[in-house]
């Protein structure tokens, strides 16, 4: 794969992922103008990331059994016409109908992902999947800075249209630049049998439940964050508006650069290494995160650890449960990415109960409190830490799926 073609994988994510995120800061203005109830409101959100994880089950897995480049194509197609229609939504309804479709089709992410992950060369499979990730880190820290930007320049409605555009030229790239199929032949399974195979694949494979729930559990600390800490900057002594906060997204950026460094570790065999500086350097950043209220640089300190560390763990266990069966990738993928959903929304909703119970101090303790589980869940092994004759480590094809490792079953 050129750089070029890599590039093109993280901006279509990146692309993709940030409409799931584009309503949060705009859930009162958005109220307001289709005379929503606060609770009618929250089904924004609700909505929008219900439709993501029905899609992670029920279309991510497709990946397998058909030509990639069309789904990709057909999904960000289906995708521009829930933007049409969240853009232009004359009633609650019609809006809280587009933005469950929204989150359906935005799933085109993890296809993406996975196509990526295919098409590159074993040897260099971590580099590829950390650019890629890379541009899904981006897009999600990024859309509530640019959604609060152009609301605050041509109204909400303008956010849902320029992302239509934006996918639709996208799309028509993608399909002139995309080959026909990714690395591996599409399986010959019936849909059903093929949602059950992503849910038999977790029954058989140790690696992919350990870091399934490493993904759970980081996640569930990367919300953790990101859910509640407009709360404490919103009060004194900041009193921050709410573009000044979505700005910080910009500093947690900075976990883009973690995503392709990680990558290029996993190429050298050095996964258990990442994992565990990684699971550290999140446990380190709760410290000067818990001295928020005192110290914007010891916010800004933690932001940057923290997301450096969830990514670097995110892009670490995609590289390796993926070798495991590339035949599968888009399962897998999508499989281990349902445990991610379910531990953002497990982080976001324990983070809001508990800072409004008891402060912000108990949310940081909440935060390192998940990472000491996940070092606790198991040990954070990699391919490279486990003998080569472990009979789960092998692919489909009988080889150890490790790049640097060249035995055999």
């Known amino acids: 794969m050129s750089r070029g073609v890599v590039a093109l994988f993280a901006v279509a994510c990146g692309a993709a992922v940030a409409n799931v995120y584009f309503s949060q800061p705009l859930l009162v203005t958005i109220g307001q103008d289709l005379s929503m109830s606060p609770a009618l409101v929250g089904a924004v959100v609700t909505l929008t990331h219900a439709g993501y994880g029905l899609g992670l089950f029920l279309l991510v897995p497709l990946g397998d059994v058909t030509d990639r480049r069309r789904l990709v194509v057909a999904q960000l197609l289906l995708l521009v016409v829930a933007l049409a229609v969240v853009a232009t939504a004359p009633t ?9 479709a929204t989150g359906l089709c935005a799933v085109v992410t993890q296809t993406l992902v996975a196509f990526a992950t295919s098409l590159a060369p074993p040897a260099g499979r971590g580099r590829v999947v950390g650019l890629v990730t890379s541009g899904v880190v981006v897009g999600i820290l990024l859309a ?14 303008s956010v849902y ?15 002139r630049v995309l080959p026909h199929h990714g690395g591996t032949p599409p399986t010959p399974l019936r849909y059903g049998r093929l949602l059950g195979s992503t849910v038999a694949l977790f029954a058989r494979e140790p690696l992919l439940r350990l870091r399934a729930l490493f993904g759970l559990l980081v996640f569930a600390a990367f919300s953790t964050l990101w859910s509640s ?3 404490p900057l919103s009060e004194a002594p900041y009193h921050l508006s709410h573009s000044a906060i979505g700005a910080l997204g910009l500093i947690g950026a900075a976990g883009a650069l973690a995503a392709t460094a990680a990558g290029r570790l996993n190429d050298r065999g050095l996964s258990r290494q990442t994992t565990g500086t990684a699971l550290a350097l999140l446990t380190v ?7 928020t209220r005192d110290s914007f640089a010891a916010l800004i300190a933690g932001v940057v650890l923290l997301d450096l560390a969830v990514q670097a763990v995110h ?9 495991l069966h590339p035949d599968a990738g888009s399962r897998l993928i999508g499989g281990y990415m349902i445990c991610y959903a379910v531990g953002s929304a497990t982080g976001a909703i324990a983070a809001t109960a508990l800072y409004a119970a008891a402060g912000w101090g108990a949310v940081c303790a909440l935060g390192a409190g998940v990472r000491g589980r996940a070092r606790r869940g198991g040990r954070p092994a990699g391919l490279g830490a486990l003998p080569c004759w472990a009979p789960w480590r092998f692919s489909t094809e009988g080889r150890c799926p490790r790049p640097t490792c060249s035995r055999s079953r």
Not at 92 to 100: E, P, Q, R, S
Request: net charge positive; aromatic share 8%.
């Open 144 to 157: 509530r800075t640019a959604s609060g930007v152009l609301a605050d320049l041509a109204g909400w409605r």
């Open 229 to 231: 800490v407009a709360l």
């Open 92 to 100: 609650a309804t019609v809006l809280l109908a587009g933005m469950a």
């Open 285 to 291: 950043s709760w410290l000067p995160l818990a001295f």
């Open 315 to 323: 892009v670490t266990n995609q590289t390796l449960i993926y070798a």
């Open 161 to 175: 249209l320029a992302s239509a555009s934006l996918t639709a030229v996208l799309a028509l790239v993608l399909y």
